[in-house]
């Protein structure tokens, strides 16, 4: 049986994670409310706004019900503005940043630049079972520090010659993955971060 695989369908890359997870040989199940969330075996959080998707998710009363759903052993991929909705805390957050909390990792907002600073890079997965993938990177944050428990699965280097700087752009806690980058954006490629989160995440 396919298993059900739910986008938080609030604001964002609603669309394209849903394909992604169709051509992953899942069924893509849009999440709006408390209720949908009994539907599904894992989520994915988009990209997209995270100040706008937080205050969504207090509007639409289901930050709590994620936390507790999350925390429960529900399996979480969060991608850009999904990681930061994920980590504990946040640098460079709005004043009313609000996030689930439930990974624990320190993010930093808009870390790689503004919207002209967006970039691709090839970035080698073979550490989760991927080849080499070229990574979308959109206003993206990175993880500035991780718990023991979270294991680092891609790094990538930024800043001048004389002082390179690496910086975590993909990780997993348990049952909980977060990337920094758009995995769901490239068309003709497979989906190789959405195959493992569904083959050995939410396993």
Same mark, same amino acid.
């Given at each position: 049986?396919?298993?059900?695989?739910?986008?938080?369908?609030?604001?964002?890359?609603?669309?394209?994670?849903?394909?992604?997870?169709?051509?992953?040989?899942? #069924?893509?199940?849009?999440?709006?409310?408390? %209720?949908?969330?009994? +539907?599904?075996?894992? #989520?994915?959080?988009?990209?997209?706004?995270?100040?706008?998707?937080?205050?969504?998710?207090? *509007?639409?009363?289901?930050? @709590?019900?994620?936390?507790?759903?999350?925390?429960?052993?529900?399996?979480?991929?969060?991608?850009?503005?999904?990681?930061?909705?994920?980590?504990?805390?946040? *640098?460079?957050? +709005?004043? @009313?940043?609000? /996030?689930?909390? /439930?990974?624990? *990792?320190?993010?930093?907002?808009?870390?790689?630049?503004?919207?002209? @600073?967006?970039?691709?890079?090839?970035?080698?997965?073979?550490?989760?079972?991927?080849? +080499?993938? /070229?990574?979308?990177?959109?206003?993206?944050?990175? *993880?500035?520090?991780?718990?023991?428990?979270?294991? /680092?699965?891609?790094?990538?280097?930024?800043?001048? %010659?004389?002082?390179?700087?690496?910086?975590?752009? #993909?990780?997993?806690?348990?049952?909980?993955?977060?990337?920094?980058?758009?995995?769901?954006?490239?068309?003709?490629?497979?989906? %190789?971060?959405?195959?493992?989160?569904?083959?050995?995440?939410?396993?």
């Amino acid at each position: 049986m396919k298993k059900r695989v739910g986008v938080l369908a609030l604001q964002g890359d609603v669309r394209e994670h849903s394909r992604a997870i169709q051509k992953s040989g899942a #069924l893509s199940v849009s999440v709006r409310r408390q %209720e949908d969330l009994a +539907s599904i075996d894992a #989520l994915i959080i988009p990209g997209g706004e995270s100040t706008t998707i937080g205050k969504l998710l207090r *509007i639409f009363e289901l930050i @709590d019900p994620l936390k507790k759903s999350i925390s429960d052993g529900l399996p979480v991929f969060g991608t850009c503005a999904g990681m930061i909705l994920l980590a504990k805390d946040v *640098i460079d957050g +709005s004043h @009313d940043q609000e /996030t689930i909390g /439930t990974m624990d *990792i320190t993010v930093r907002r808009n870390a790689f630049g503004r919207q002209v @600073d967006s970039f691709e890079k090839p970035l080698d997965l073979s550490n989760i079972g991927a080849g +080499s993938v /070229t990574a979308v990177f959109i206003r993206a944050p990175w *993880i500035e520090k991780q718990g023991s428990n979270v294991q /680092t699965l891609a790094s990538v280097e930024s800043g001048h %010659e004389s002082r390179r700087e690496s910086h975590i752009v #993909l990780a997993r806690q348990d049952r909980q993955l977060a990337a920094s980058f758009h995995p769901e954006i490239l068309e003709g490629q497979r989906y %190789e971060v959405h195959e493992y989160f569904i083959r050995e995440v939410a396993s």
